[in-house]
């Protein structure tokens, strides 16, 4: 029987492909299945997949004709997933030898356990290590876990996954950036407990990722959060989790405003006009309804059904903030 499936999406990844493939191929549980999926690779990316899939019979590799992105080419490994769970591995990072042993335990020890997170090591390029800032816990229901997620994910999305359970909620392809942050989140929500386990996941930092750019990518995240809103209407969610959600939706577009504010001179007429088409166009999709009645009063936060009145509100808010010295540094939000 084949306890995992791990799903490795390889795009121009050479640099550090080996050191991930060796994590997992060096796994203390041998009973595994290691799928890459090769993006359209431009580098020696698949060279090395195949040489890996030669040298063990546990690797299996797909090679994408053209560049779909991370979530498609994780929905084309998962639809081979043969494990009793599944968990991915980026192709810039690794697992400590003993992960999957110590995620299995964690299912073998509570059957009711549908996600385990792992012990999530932030590796930064200098060398130096950091676990990402969690508090410890023994046991959350799924929307206890969903709560998590929302605003400031107190909860990182490092976890193996029962098969049967990703399979109904596969990746999120709706936005090119930030839709696997509703994959991961419906995970959660739908999971009958979520667990930690003590197997490390070492996930390298880059200044070069999207989150961090400069970037009309960041507009992404309203298509995705747009998405998940369809999604939980057609789950047929309870009010709560509706309200809830609506909530962070109007908190990421109030954080974008921020975002455009910070940096319209750094980019281009044609990203501002996006920008700016983006914002509007999902700030008029807020059931202001749905929101906490604190907004109503907050300047800021003030959900007006005109956009003209709403940047007239975020201007003069950032600028009053600005002059008190309380904005945020240029490449944060405020909700993170």
């Known amino acids: 029987m084949t306890k995992f499936t791990i799903l490795v999406a390889v795009y121009n990844a050479e640099k550090y492909l080996r050191t991930c493939l060796d994590s997992l191929i060096q796994q203390t549980v041998r009973e595994i299945q290691i799928v890459c999926i090769d993006d359209a690779s431009t580098d020696h990316s698949l060279e090395i997949l195949r040489e890996y899939q030669k040298r063990d019979p546990r690797v299996d590799v797909i ?62 390029a200098d060398g130096h290590e950091e676990p990402f800032p969690m508090q410890a816990f023994d046991v959350l229901t799924g929307q206890q876990a969903f709560q998590k997620t929302l605003l400031g994910w107190e ?29 991961t989140r419906f995970h ?57 959600f609506e909530e962070v939706r109007w908190l990421r577009v109030v954080d974008l405003y921020y975002f455009y504010f910070m940096h319209r001179r750094e980019m281009t007429a044609d990203d501002n006009a996006y920008g700016l088409m983006m914002l509007k166009k999902y700030e008029q999709t807020i059931e202001c309804h749905r929101l906490p009645t604190i907004y109503r009063y907050k300047l800021g936060y003030i959900p007006f059904r005109h956009f003209s009145l709403f940047r007239l509100e975020e201007e003069t808010y950032f600028r009053l903030r600005g002059l008190f010295g309380r904005n945020p540094k240029s490449n944060e939000f405020f909700h993170c």
């Open 63 to 124: 090679a994408l004709p053209k560049n779909g992105g991370q979530a498609n080419a994780r929905n084309i490994g998962l639809a081979t997933a043969r494990g009793e769970y599944t968990c991915f591995c980026d192709s810039d990072d690794w697992l400590a030898p003993d992960a999957l042993e110590q995620a299995y335990q964690v299912f073998q020890r509570y059957p009711q356990t549908d996600c385990a997170l792992f012990d999530c090591i932030y590796h930064f």
């Open 188 to 244: 959660y929500l739908f999971s009958r407990e979520v667990r930690c386990c003590q197997g490390k996941y070492f996930y390298r930092q880059h200044a070069s990722s999207v989150i961090h750019q400069i970037s009309i990518r960041q507009y992404d995240l309203l298509t995705a959060q747009w998405s998940m809103k369809q999604q939980l209407l057609a789950l047929h969610q309870p009010q709560e989790i509706l309200d809830r």
């Open 155 to 183: 909860i990182h999305g490092v976890y193996a996954i029962r098969t049967t359970l990703h399979h109904r909620f596969p990746y999120d392809e709706s936005a090119r950036f930030y839709s696997d942050d509703n994959t």
